[in-house]
């Protein structure tokens, strides 16, 4: 196969929880396109030189070098036009950029301040001090400081509308089919279900059913995916 | 002409502030079609019997009756397929939707804790004690408890953040130029334009310059409405 994700891997190396990443990888399947994961730890900066970046997804697709999770989907639109969409064109495309960042600025630090106690203990002990270091530097504070569960889910549970809203009009956030916005979004759910056991959202809520959902796209891809739970030893 | 919108008004006839219709002006003016914005009052129920409904926007169109801010632009685009697209079609539409329910679940109650106090000041005499019943009701307590512009503006601060994300990669919403997802949220802001004076969000926001576009598009609709400052002895 000539295609390559450079993907996060955690304290095992099946162990894949980046939420950029698992865009990318619900995107590939979406597609129809096969991708080696290949495992890339936080510290390993040499091995992603040929990219001119320092983090991942990186995707090398035969010649072509494709870095962030927003802009591999749209080079996936491009590159397989006979493909199903992901991002599509014109308005289609700016609505799912509103996606993007739903996920990455009001889901994102609701689920960290749940999670972030889960997630360094996720990460490789080779990565931790990495880790800690440049998300205490992005806080301004502890780790164990910013860990607010309490904080986080309130918060969560309030960004959540939106979504309650869409999703009980249609079973995806793109309609009847799952699509672009609902892998944007959805990465983040992966990262948290990879690295804890914490219960997000309730199983009432009509988030829950798409998550559910979510998980058995593409054959299960979400839900086969190793959980920390599944590590022996490696959860507290 | 034989298109009639009835339009919330307040205090002043003039003073047109409910979210809903300025979904529904903006989106006439998008497919150029003309109006005639007839007053309506909230306690006004006998004069929606019509289309049975209770409350504005209800759009009549000729022979048809539209009832619902999204639904109206949905109908709008189905009778004038020639004119430029509001929500669109397939993925676009379903995204469509998101922005839809940002605006009524995440906005709206942001706004309404920060001009609460002002907003029933702007409502007609006659209205009011329907409005303080109703809200009273729905919040649990009275509007006075409610009414909290610190917490207001923090959740709105919050709220923003994917907006300004996306309002930082294009000019609108939608794009390059403005479309449903943006009638759609600005609805909110039109809404506590109308009826306060209260800034809601910096000059050095993304979203401040976006508001600013939004207010100048289709001859500068938004930017000509009444505001209850304009209304003489009607501000506190």
Not at 206 to 233: C, F, N, S
Request: hydrophobic letters at 40%; charged letters at 30%.
């Amino acid at each position: 196969m000539n295609r390559v994700l450079y993907d996060l891997c955690g304290i095992d190396e099946n162990l894949r929880f980046s939420p950029y990443c698992w865009r990318v990888k619900l995107a590939l399947a979406h597609k129809g396109l096969d991708v080696e994961c290949r495992p890339w730890h936080f510290t390993d900066k040499d091995a992603l030189e040929f990219a001119y970046y320092d983090k991942v997804p990186v995707l090398v697709d035969g010649d072509e070098v494709v870095t962030d999770s927003y802009q591999i989907m749209a080079y996936l639109d491009r590159a397989y036009p006979d493909t199903p969409a992901l991002l599509g064109s014109g308005e289609a495309e700016a609505r799912a950029r509103f996606f993007k960042y739903f996920g990455e600025r009001l889901l994102a630090p609701a689920i960290l301040k749940t999670v972030i106690m889960d997630l360094i203990n996720a990460v490789h002990p080779k990565d931790r001090e990495y880790f800690r270091d440049t998300r205490e530097k992005r806080f301004g504070r502890t780790l164990e400081e910013f860990h607010s569960p309490a904080k986080g889910l309130a918060q969560l549970d309030t960004a959540l509308e939106p979504m309650r809203g869409a999703l009980t009009d249609n079973e995806y956030l793109d309609g009847k089919s799952a699509g672009g916005a609902d892998y944007l979004v959805f990465g983040f759910f992966m990262w948290a279900r990879c690295v804890s056991s914490a219960d997000l959202v309730s199983n009432a809520d009509p988030v829950y059913d798409w998550i559910e959902r979510m998980l058995d796209l593409h054959d299960g891809l979400g839900r086969k995916a190793l959980r920390i739970t599944d590590v022996e030893g490696a959860y507290r």
